[in-house]
């Protein structure tokens, strides 16, 4: 089992206010802080990443590098796992 969603992880953008036309789709992101709860959408994160686009009021996008994103709008990407440790055996060699 994963851990929640919080400051510091990678995620994915799965969603949006734009739904389907969200130019944020397929994004990866550094999820930044926890902005507060929304009535509708749960929690809220605040996200940067390259190429990042908010909607502005006027209902177009912007590039601004950062937006806030709805917990379920974001995809958790799990870090790669260490690499297992090497295994001493103790073993008889003959010769």
Do not use: C, H, M
């Given at each position: 089992m994963s851990a929640p969603l919080q400051a510091?992880?990678?995620?994915?953008?799965?969603?949006?206010?734009?739904?389907?036309?969200?130019?944020?789709?397929?994004?990866?992101?550094?999820?930044?802080?926890f902005q507060g709860e929304h009535s509708q959408h749960g929690r809220i994160w605040r996200c940067t990443g390259d190429g990042v686009q908010q909607l502005t009021d006027?209902?177009?996008?912007?590039?601004?590098?950062?937006?806030?994103?709805?917990?379920?709008?974001?995809c958790k990407?799990?870090?790669?796992?260490?690499?297992?440790?090497?295994?001493?055996r103790d073993c008889e060699v003959t010769t």
């Open positions: 510091g992880d990678l995620a994915e953008v799965v969603g949006g206010l734009g739904r389907g036309k969200s130019p944020n789709i397929g994004q990866r992101v550094k999820v930044v802080s006027a209902g177009t996008y912007v590039v601004t590098g950062w937006a806030d994103f709805a917990q379920s709008w974001l990407i799990e870090p790669d796992a260490p690499p297992p440790k090497a295994i001493e």
